[in-house]
């Protein structure tokens, strides 16, 4: 009787087989181990980004960041005599001592309404003689029910009449900078309105009273939109805004505040830096959350400059394994301040 | 077979498990490309691509950069600039590129360009003040447009750059071209109102003895005696006045006084009786003047000269609220005594504060209505006070007549443009600004007038007019403005040349070129028209001031380098490399300063190679030369991952 078993050669076939098999199966299951670990890690990272990504489009379109109806509103308090971006028209409108409302509808600034019209001078300069006349007195600058200026060499002329005058023009623009900011008057003025208005002759203009601009330091004539923000930046500060480069935060110094990016010479980087550090909104995503998972924050600046309103978002990621951060970086389209505020009732009724 | 069972598992594993990866991947580029389509889209309707340091006006088409591809409104030449965030990718790497049914090498073969996003990102901020950022991962998505561009409108009238816009009330506008300090051996100007063969008429020398400035109302309109007249109101000439005193506006301004603005206001009454006997009674001597005049009803002049007469009218009158008080001055009146002037009476008057704010407030309602009842009309300037879309003509090349031709000024080179069309004719065209001496509706120029040779397209049969064919406000369906951009997503920078690549090749549009000029009596010729980096005798530095030009100028112009990285030799993988990491801050053209300029400007065959992005670029922007590990010589193949139609407009808007 023969005994039937296995040859050496085909144990030794049966194990390196058997041995093949099992690193072919432990290498798959290590790639599929790999696999599906880099999956999850991307699934996660893609929903963070993604929520990233959505966070900034709703901020951008909601404005929470700087006037949650939920939580904080510093930014519908009053700054002495003036509002802040999210302050109720009727609350400030009433302390500017503007005698008309503001006026917002359509309509109100067609360019077929005399009323609407600017009716000053361009030419003039805060300081230069007035040679060109008091502009002033032609419907300028005399609102309606209250008394002419007194304008040193020419004395108190009689207000125009109503056909003539150009007061409610003139009251809309005075009265938005005090009320809203830099940034709240050129969200809510037509595009090609002129930054600057007559007022009482002081210090700072020309004896015929232009112009009265509205910040300390800018140009000191009338303007349009674009050279009015050529080299300047005007932004808008969240309602827990970071302290900034050049000093503590203050909101309502931060919401008047412009910044010169002057094209042609000189670096002014640290300007930038000092805009973007004040004005930006920065929302870390899910502060608390497993180790493993990357840190994700959505960040948002929104300016005004050469005519151009801007929200830049970054949604930027950091890996927990690595350190590595990496940004995406995208502009977006939002809802106006105006429609920001009209959303919350704080342009009356 | 258990052999087998176990290679198909293990197989099967290999394969499937990977694709879970890739979904994910896939994932994220459609997160990319979303935020990015919204981008660009937001930057295409909102940004503001104002370039202020162009020439706008010429002596034809083909000399203005008006008439440019690079001043279209199409999206990828908007957003495709230094500024704005989309960059091409240069063409040497996007042939290397595979996709779904070659659309990419279609794409590219239809004369398209792919793009890629600017690690600088955008928003109109000056580049060296954008801090540097981490890697932009996005970088990894290129995207094409896809579909024709169409017929958009042309952004201004190539020779006239309409409109124009003054305050209202002014005096007439008083226009310098070059002063006097830029005179050359000779007095002979460096400007261009003598660019022209034939001298301009009207030319004077109230800046200091150059011969170079004028009135524009004044030889606007050519053979219109009234505007010629009108230089009274700016200034009298010796002996025109009675009693030997200066009159008008420059007199005034040059010693102001109440005797200087009274002869000032004298001189404006003066022009409105020249325009006709009695023509503007009702504004000078209105029955009720606490009402405005509110059209062009009550005169039977022409309502561009109401308009004009009024602007200087008013202008003249307010400033004499400088001199005279109200109480016991204007408020009870100022007696305005007649001044003969050129053997004519100016109109006496008792000036009142009254009639200074009527004048004031007919003025500005004149303007206002000529602008909006006549925008084809420009024989009145635009208050500056107002400027509204509408100012703005609407133009459009007509495809389907033969098209003028011309030599390119400062060379022998012909050059062809298409006829223009507009919806009504322009009336009172007249002259430019620029060009005051070149009648553009006249026979003195060589494709002038409205003939055959002439700008305007040529009359259609049935109506006599090209009209016909204009098309900007026709109606027209959603999908004629439809385009779609396409989202790829590809590691295009792993290649050892993504960023020594040359850049895609430059539309020649996108270089900026000075319109016909002379230099002390020399007209300039080709190449110095082209040459924006020298610094030229008198204006210095008469270079572009290329950060307004946004759309023009290579794309990638703050990431270029301004040396071969393949080391002396030319060569790539010759030994003598910039090395892979380098930095190479100082090897960028940047936009740091005006000393920086000359590095991609003129025609030295240096600033040529570096406009053109023949060394590459920093196109990730870390201030460092990068070489991926792919050679060249490998295809890649790029993932479509989306698409998403846009609204193709064909004007120039903004949006905010």
Redesign the interface.
């Known amino acids: 009787m023969t005994e039937r078993a296995f040859t050496l050669l085909e144990l030794m076939i049966a194990i390196a087989?058997g041995a093949v098999?099992a690193g072919?199966?432990i290498?798959?299951?290590r790639?599929?181990s790999d696999?599906?670990t880099?999956?999850n890690r991307?699934?996660i990272?893609?929903q963070l980004?993604?929520a990233g990504?959505l966070a900034a489009?709703d901020e951008i379109d909601s404005w929470k960041a700087y006037d949650d109806p939920d939580g904080g509103q510093p930014l519908r308090a009053m700054s002495g005599p003036r509002g802040l971006p999210f302050t109720p028209l009727a609350q400030t409108w009433a302390a500017a001592g503007v005698a008309a409302a503001w006026d917002g509808g359509e309509s109100a600034w067609s360019?077929?309404n005399?009323r609407a019209?600017?009716?000053?001078?361009?030419?003039e300069r805060a300081g230069s003689?007035?040679?060109?006349?008091?502009?002033g007195?032609?419907?300028a600058s005399v609102p309606i029910g209250e008394p002419a200026p007194t304008y040193a060499?020419?004395?108190?002329?009689?207000q125009?009449?109503p056909?003539?005058s150009g007061a409610w023009q003139h009251d809309m623009v005075r009265g938005l900078e005090p009320a809203l900011g830099m940034y709240g008057l050129i969200d809510y003025l037509p595009?090609?309105a002129?930054y600057g208005y007559y007022g009482a002759p002081n210090a700072w203009t020309t004896e015929g009273g232009v112009p009265h601009w509205m910040t300390v330091g800018a140009l000191p004539a009338p303007q349009?939109l674009?050279p009015a923000t050529y080299n300047d930046v005007f932004s808008i500060v969240p309602r827990n805004p970071a302290a900034g480069t050049g000093g503590p935060a203050d909101i309502a110094t931060t919401v008047r505040a412009r910044w010169q990016?002057w094209?042609?010479?000189?670096?002014?980087?640290a300007?930038?830096?000092d805009l973007?550090d004040r004005n930006e909104h920065r929302d870390v995503l899910m502060p608390i959350a497993p180790a493993h998972w990357p840190r994700v924050s959505a960040r948002i600046v929104r300016?005004i400059?050469?005519?151009?309103?801007?929200n830049?978002?970054?949604v930027?990621w950091t890996s927990p394994l690595t350190g590595?951060?990496?940004?995406?970086?995208?502009?977006?389209?939002g809802t106006?301040l105006r429609g920001a505020r009209q959303s919350r009732g704080l342009d009356g009724p | 077979m258990?052999?087998v069972i176990?290679?198909t598992?293990?197989v099967t594993?290999?394969m499937v498990?990977?694709t879970?990866?890739k979904?994910?991947?896939a994932?994220?580029f459609r997160?990319?490309a979303?935020?990015?389509a919204?981008?660009i889209?937001?930057?295409n309707?909102?940004?503001?691509v104002?370039n202020p340091a162009l020439d706008h006006e010429a002596c034809a088409p083909w000399d203005v950069g008006y008439t440019y591809r690079s001043q279209s409104s199409d999206l990828e030449t908007k957003v495709s600039g230094h500024r704005f965030g989309m960059h091409p990718l240069p063409v040497t790497i996007a042939r290397r590129l595979d996709s779904d049914e070659d659309e990419i090498q279609r794409l590219l073969d239809d004369g398209g360009y792919l793009y890629y996003f600017a690690a600088t990102?955008?928003?109109?901020?000056?580049e060296?003040?954008?801090?540097q950022?981490?890697?932009?991962?996005?970088q990894r998505v290129i995207v094409g447009v896809q579909g024709y561009a169409q017929n958009n409108a042309v952004n201004a009238f190539p020779l006239k750059a309409w409109p124009y816009s003054v305050?209202y009330p002014?005096p007439p506008t008083f226009m310098i071209h070059g002063t006097g300090d830029v005179a050359g051996p000779g007095g002979a100007p460096r400007g261009r109102c003598e660019f022209l063969p034939s001298a301009p008429a009207g030319l004077e020398a109230w800046q200091g003895g150059a011969g170079v400035s004028y009135l524009w109302e004044a030889v606007s309109q050519p053979g219109d005696a009234d505007l010629v007249a009108s230089r009274m109101v700016f200034t009298s000439k010796a002996g025109e006045s009675a009693d030997g005193l200066a009159y008008g506006y420059k007199p005034?301004?040059d010693a102001?006084s109440a005797e200087s603005a009274t002869r000032y206001l004298q001189a404006a009454l003066w022009w409105c009786e020249r325009l006709g006997a009695g023509a503007l009674a009702d504004f000078i001597a209105p029955s009720d003047a606490?009402?405005?005049i509110e059209d062009f009803s009550r005169s039977s002049l022409p309502p561009h000269k109401q308009v004009l007469a009024l602007r200087y009218l008013a202008?003249a009158?307010?400033?004499?609220?400088?001199w005279f008080?109200?109480?016991g001055g204007l408020?009870d009146g100022v007696a305005i005594p007649s001044a003969l002037l050129a053997g004519q009476p100016s109109p006496e008057l008792t000036l009142t504060?009254e009639l200074?704010?009527?004048w004031?407030?007919t003025s500005?309602?004149l303007a206002?209505r000529f602008a909006?009842s006549y925008p084809y009309d420009w024989g009145a300037p635009r208050p500056?006070?107002?400027?509204?879309m509408t100012d703005y003509p609407l133009f459009e090349y007509d495809l389907f007549a033969p098209p003028i031709g011309g030599t390119i000024a400062g060379s022998t080179t012909h050059a062809d443009q298409w006829r223009l069309l507009t919806p009504q004719p322009v009336k009172n065209l007249g002259r430019s600004m620029s060009y005051p001496g070149f009648d553009i509706d006249n026979a003195t120029w060589t494709i002038a007038g409205g003939g055959a040779s002439g700008i305007w397209s040529q009359g259609d049969p049935t109506t006599g007019s090209g009209r016909t064919r204009f098309s900007l406000c026709a109606p027209f369906a959603a999908s004629e403005r439809c385009r779609q951009l396409v989202f790829w997503a590809v590691d295009w920078m792993s290649y050892e040349d993504a960023e020594t690549a040359p850049s895609a090749p430059v539309d020649a549009s996108k270089y900026p070129k000075w319109a016909p000029i002379q230099e002390w009596g020399t007209p300039w010729d080709f190449a110095r028209m082209m040459n924006a980096a020298g610094s030229g005798p008198g204006w210095s530095p008469d270079t572009w001031?290329d950060?307004?030009l946004h759309t023009w100028r290579n794309p990638e112009k703050q990431l270029l380098y301004t040396r071969d990285m393949a080391g002396p030799d030319g060569v790539d993988g010759t030994g003598d490399d910039v090395g892979t990491g380098s930095d190479v801050t100082t090897d960028m053209v940047g936009n740091?300063?005006?000393s920086s300029f000359p590095k991609d400007q003129g025609a030295a065959p240096e600033p040529v190679r570096v406009f053109n992005g023949l060394y590459g670029a920093d196109r990730n922007f870390n201030h460092r030369l990068d070489r991926g590990p792919l050679p060249r010589t490998t295809r890649l193949r790029a993932q479509t991952i989306g698409r998403w139609n846009y609204y193709d407009t064909r004007v120039h808007v903004?949006l905010?």
């Open positions: 087989i098999i072919m199966v290498a798959a299951a790639m599929a696999c599906v880099a999956g991307l699934a990272e893609n980004i993604g990504v489009c360019m077929h005399p019209w600017w009716r000053g001078c361009m030419a003689d007035p040679v060109n006349g008091f502009y007195v032609s419907g060499r020419y004395g108190t002329p009689p125009p009449p056909v003539l595009a090609n002129i349009a674009y990016t094209e042609g010479g000189g670096s002014l980087a300007n930038v830096r973007i300016t400059h050469k005519a151009y309103f801007t830049a978002c970054t930027a590595a951060t990496s940004e995406l970086r995208f502009t977006g389209f106006t | 258990s052999l176990a290679t598992a293990v594993a290999a498990f990977p879970g990866v979904a994910q991947q994932a994220r997160l990319y979303a935020s990015k919204m981008e889209c937001e930057r309707a909102c940004a503001n104002a990102g955008g928003g109109s901020w000056r060296d003040t954008v801090p950022s981490p890697p932009d991962d996005a305050p002014s005034y301004f102001p606490t009402r405005p202008h009158g307010l400033t004499m609220t400088r008080p109200y109480a408020d504060h200074i704010v009527f004031h407030a500005l309602h206002h909006a500056l006070e107002r400027a509204i001031v950060h307004h740091t300063d005006w903004q905010r």
